[in-house]
């Protein structure tokens, strides 16, 4: 079978998106969504995944499924699809929650096929957790403009550009539905709007450290640094804490090279990065800044991304080369039977 490596450089050889259009997969069609009613199946179309939980009996932990589509957002808006993004965050996503497991709980119970993930049902907290270790990103525009507080917490005025910062800073936004904008708020304003119980929020930030404690370690031995990413948590019915969605993969955070680091950013440079942060400087490159209508990205870019984050993968979990078959509507009724 063809390798995942392979279909990426003969899209790269065609170089027409028409044809690299042909190896995404968008998600799951309106009409196969209708289908899933009559089957006591419901589905919430995030801005990546897709949700399908089944009507469950109280008598069972409930499951969901996520299924990893290929589309590319950014801004919280969808910008364009990647060739395979979906399979190759589908497997570091289940990586990365199995291995945080030895830390903190997680929903993670097993990936059944390349682009799903069965997970345990829990009632998600309407905060976004970004923890921030570097001075970079919406963090950097905000100080070179004067901010000077973020989440509650002052920076020392001096810093450079890409430079770690004196402690990890938590800066939470709202959890905005697909497409709507998240909003950067306190902690304190979390509390006061009652987004999140106080003791609540104790745990989710002191997971959200202890998370980032362990993907700094972990990227560290592959001589990458976590910049920052960003968590979400749920509770389920029975009060357990548990996180949800994807964690430290290159869609969710900023990795950078280590050993390129300290000379590029001596030299005024950005760092050398692995996520996706290259797409969103292309598009700030373009005045676009979430606003109005969104550019064509270059194919040439869209495949760098995808090249990047198959590469981190390939690099976090040695394995056989990835392959992927067809992918349709047949495959997804097959894992329908995980869950309950």
């Known amino acids: 079978m063809v390798t995942i490596r392979e279909n990426l450089e003969l899209i790269a050889r065609q170089n027409q998106w028409a044809e690299a259009k042909k190896h995404c997969y968008y998600g799951l069609t309106e009409d196969f969504k209708g289908s899933l009613g009559s089957l006591g199946i419901s589905v919430y179309t995030g801005k990546v995944r897709d949700v399908l939980m089944r009507e469950h009996s109280a008598a069972r932990a409930p499951t969901l499924l996520l299924v990893h589509s290929d589309r590319l957002t950014a801004f919280d808006r969808l910008i364009t699809w990647i060739p395979y993004k979906g399979v190759i965050l589908a497997n570091l996503s289940a990586f990365w929650l199995k291995a945080a497991s030895r830390v903190v709980p997680t929903h993670f119970i097993e990936q059944i096929d390349e682009r799903t993930l069965l997970c345990k049902v829990a009632q998600p907290i309407k905060v976004e957790v970004v923890i921030r270790g570097y001075l970079a990103g919406s963090m950097l525009r905000g100080y070179l403009g004067g901010q000077r507080i973020f989440g509650g917490v002052t920076l020392p005025d001096g810093l450079r550009p890409y430079e770690r910062l004196p402690t990890p800073v938590i800066t939470p936004t709202t959890k905005a539905a697909a497409y709507e904008h998240d909003l950067e708020i306190t902690p304190r304003e979390v509390l006061e709007r009652g987004l999140c119980p106080a003791k609540i929020w104790d745990?989710?930030?002191?997971?959200?450290?202890?998370?980032?404690?362990?993907?700094?370690?972990?990227?560290?031995?592959?001589?990458?640094?976590?910049?920052?990413?960003?968590?979400?948590?749920?509770?389920?019915?029975?009060?357990?804490?548990?996180?949800?969605?994807?964690?430290?993969?290159?869609?969710?955070?900023?990795?950078?090279?280590?050993?390129?680091?300290?000379?590029?950013?001596?030299?005024?440079?950005?760092?050398?990065?692995?996520?996706?942060?290259?797409?969103?400087?292309?598009?700030?490159?373009?005045?676009?800044?979430?606003?109005?209508?969104?550019?064509?990205?270059?194919?040439?870019?869209?495949?760098?991304?995808?090249?990047?984050?198959?590469?981190?993968?390939?690099?976090?979990?040695?394995?056989?080369?990835?392959?992927?078959?067809?992918?349709?509507?047949?495959?997804?009724?097959?894992?329908?039977?995980?869950?309950?």
């Open 203 to 340: 745990r989710v930030t002191d997971d959200s450290h202890k998370l980032f404690a362990f993907g700094t370690e972990l990227l560290a031995q592959k001589g990458w640094i976590l910049v920052d990413t960003k968590y979400e948590f749920g509770l389920t019915p029975e009060g357990e804490l548990l996180v949800i969605d994807e964690i430290h993969t290159p869609d969710s955070s900023r990795f950078w090279v280590s050993q390129t680091y300290r000379a590029r950013t001596a030299e005024g440079l950005p760092p050398d990065m692995l996520d996706k942060e290259r797409i969103r400087r292309w598009l700030l490159e373009q005045g676009y800044k979430g606003e109005g209508t969104v550019p064509e990205v270059p194919l040439a870019n869209g495949l760098d991304l995808a090249t990047t984050y198959l590469d981190v993968l390939e690099t976090l979990l040695p394995q056989p080369a990835l392959t992927m078959g067809v992918y349709g509507e047949s495959t997804l009724l097959k894992s329908l039977q995980k869950i309950d």
